[in-house]
């Protein structure tokens, strides 16, 4: 595709549910990224893949958190048992590769847990 | 723990030339990126500097000194349109590390 999408773009979720955010990266696109990003707040780096391996999910706050980019493509981040903290807009980037190359970000999916 | 610090927010004229700074503390380094960000839209990227020295992109200008942990981005003849916040981010073995933005308001 032309630009890095994400879907849904919003959602808005209970408490104790499940929510799966996706990305779809730039076409040949290796590395992907997950980022959090607070309103008036740089992002906050989650995890990373190049291909499909997770090469560090550091930044992942707890084990509720997890991501799979299984066919070295599509992205899921997944949030289970969500919390009210986890309200946040969600952006991924990808870059054609490694840490020197420019980075296209989404547009993000701002998650509103009630 | 890294470091990234940028001023909060600046104000300046428009066709006026404008310097934004970022300092940062990391734990190692392999690059340092300034991206723009308008209002609720997505982070898009200005430049990239890896050695010392300054880069130059057209209005937009971007400074590193690795010694200092130091870099600029300087903005020529201003227009309204460059209302937006930037962000400085700093590469560490494939993690990026962004500041809070500066929040920067073009006056006519």
């Known amino acids: 595709g032309a630009g890095v999408s994400q879907s849904p773009r919003y959602k808005v979720t209970k408490r104790g549910q499940d929510v799966a955010l996706r990305c779809d990266p730039i076409?040949?696109?290796?590395?992907l990224y997950w980022y959090r990003q607070a309103l008036g707040q740089g992002p906050e780096f989650l995890t990373y893949?190049?291909?499909?391996?997770?090469?560090?999910k550091s930044g992942l706050p707890n084990d509720r958190f997890s991501a799979e980019r299984p066919e070295g493509s599509i992205s899921t981040l997944t949030i289970q048992r969500t919390e009210q903290r986890d309200s946040a807009m969600y952006r991924c980037?990808?870059?054609?590769?490694?840490?020197?190359?420019?980075?296209?970000f989404g547009p993000g999916t701002r998650l509103l847990v009630l | 723990g890294q470091n990234i610090d940028q001023p909060t927010e600046m104000t300046a004229t428009e066709g006026a030339i404008v310097q934004i700074n970022c300092t940062y503390q990391?734990?190692?380094?392999?690059?340092l990126f300034w991206y723009q960000q308008h209002a609720g839209e997505a982070p898009t990227f200005l430049s990239y500097n890896v050695l010392d020295g300054l880069e130059e992109k057209g209005r937009f200008s971007s400074f590193l000194s690795r010694s200092k942990g130091y870099s600029y981005l300087l903005l020529k003849e201003l227009q309204m349109k460059d209302s937006a916040s930037y962000l400085c981010a700093v590469s560490n073995f494939n993690k990026f590390y962004f500041g809070s933005g500066t929040k920067l308001n073009v006056k006519p």
């Open positions: 076409s040949g696109h290796v590395s």
């Open positions: 980037a990808s870059s054609s590769s490694g840490e020197r190359e420019t980075q296209y």
């Open positions: 893949f190049n291909y499909e391996a997770q090469q560090d």
């Open positions: 990391t734990s190692g380094f392999n690059g």
